[in-house]
Nanobody, 127 residues
Framework: VQLQASGGGLVQAGGSLRLSCAAS????????IAWFRQAPGKEREGVSS??????????YYGDSVKGRFIISRDNSKNAVNLQMNSLKPEDTGVYYC???????????????????WGQGTQVTVSS
């Protein structure tokens, strides 16, 4: 059972990146998936999450990313993507994806409900 986060990199402010969270060893079809990020010197925060299609595909976005980030499922690839547009320097950090069998999305994703975690991918936005 493994989650692999990819797609990070260095981008200028205003640019875009697409992160991908691919699963192996299990199907994401029955899991809520969240993206968390940890900026230097700050606590990890939930950025966005999505419930399974079976449970309606509810989405959550943190206030700081609402209107700029889009989370979506790619069921053909057993993956969840995070399209990040209009990036700002404050979006810099390590981005982690995680999966939760508690397949409900109602607000900020609670870390302790996410059983499986990817290794993180670095996003750096230069000003």
């Amino acid at each position: 059972v493994q989650l692999q986060a990819s797609g990070g990199g260095l981008v200028q402010a205003g640019g875009s990146l697409r992160l991908s969270c691919a699963a192996s060893g299990f199907s994401l079809d029955y899991y809520a998936i969240a993206w968390f990020r940890q900026a230097p010197g700050k606590e990890r925060e939930g950025v966005s999450s999505i419930s399974s299609d079976i449970n309606g595909g509810s989405r959550y976005y943190g206030d700081s990313v609402k209107g700029r980030f889009i989370i979506s499922r790619d069921n053909s690839k057993n993956a969840v993507n995070l399209q990040m547009n209009s990036l700002k320097p404050e979006d810099t950090g390590v981005y982690y994806c995680a999966a939760s069998g508690h397949d409900i999305v109602k607000g900020p994703p609670p870390e302790d409900e996410y059983e499986y975690w990817g290794q993180g991918t670095q996003v750096t936005v230069s000003s």
